[in-house]
């Protein structure tokens, strides 16, 4: 069985502009979330997609959006790039079937801001 | 969800149990004990969770206190490749990866 697979693992882009990642979760995994890990601050929770809809937010500003597909892959989208942004984005997909379930984790896309 | 004390660092020899501990004395009854572990680089891996009684995988044994209010970690047999950042995390039920709240973790270091 296929893991969680995100595209791009590296990326370089420029102060101002936007980027979009990808993750697919594991084959029948309708629960996919995000989260950005930065030397300084950790690991933190972006937000939570379940069914094509956003079911929980962490405290990010608006400039970082995320959508699902149908097909339960989804992107996440940071516009307006800052330095600080600067990070390894991960996303994990669970099974939300139910109570209790872990979560499995992509190998990360790394963003360089410069 | 509650918060989490673990050491920051710890070493342990190949070959020996590597027992890593958590303490979480604000737990409320409702609230499960996860373990993930980061190997450089990498998503986190999950390893073990549980509720109150003591839990068992291929990968590692969880056991909690009566009182719940730590757990320890316990790889029997560590090997290089368990040197990662170890997470324990404290929560309520949830069928997803939500809100996971990861804090420093323990960097186990294993030694040659």
């Known amino acids: 069985k296929a893991g969680v697979t995100q595209t791009p693992r590296y990326l370089i882009k420029t102060r101002g502009q936007q980027v979009t990642l990808s993750c697919s979760p594991i084959s029948g995994h309708r629960s996919v979330s995000w989260y950005q890990q930065t030397p300084g601050q950790g690991l933190q929770f972006l937000f939570e997609?379940?069914?094509?809809?956003?079911?929980n937010k962490g405290n990010f500003p608006g400039r970082f959006s995320g959508r699902q597909f149908s097909n339960s892959r989804s992107e996440m989208n940071v516009s307006t790039l800052e330095l600080g942004d600067s990070a390894l984005y991960l996303c994990?997909?669970?099974?939300?079937?139910?109570?209790?379930?872990?979560?499995?984790f992509g190998q990360g896309t790394r963003l360089t801001v410069v | 969800d509650a918060k989490t004390t673990q050491p920051t660092s710890m070493d342990c020899a190949e070959g020996r149990a590597a027992n890593l501990p958590c303490n979480h004395s604000t737990i409320s009854g409702n609230e499960y004990v996860y373990w993930y572990r980061q190997i450089h680089s990498q998503g986190p891996q999950y390893i073990i969770h549980?509720?109150?009684n003591n839990e068992t995988n291929e990968m590692a044994s969880l056991i909690i206190t009566e009182d719940r209010k730590s757990s320890t970690l316990i790889l029997p047999h560590a090997t290089l490749r368990d040197t990662a950042v170890y997470y324990c995390i404290v929560r309520v039920a949830s069928g997803s990866a939500r809100q996971l709240t990861f804090g420093s973790g323990t960097q186990l270091t294993v030694l040659p």
């Open positions: 549980g509720l109150k």
């Open positions: 994990a997909s669970s099974a939300s079937g139910g109570p209790v379930t872990e979560a499995f």
């Open positions: 997609y379940f069914s094509e809809t956003q079911r």
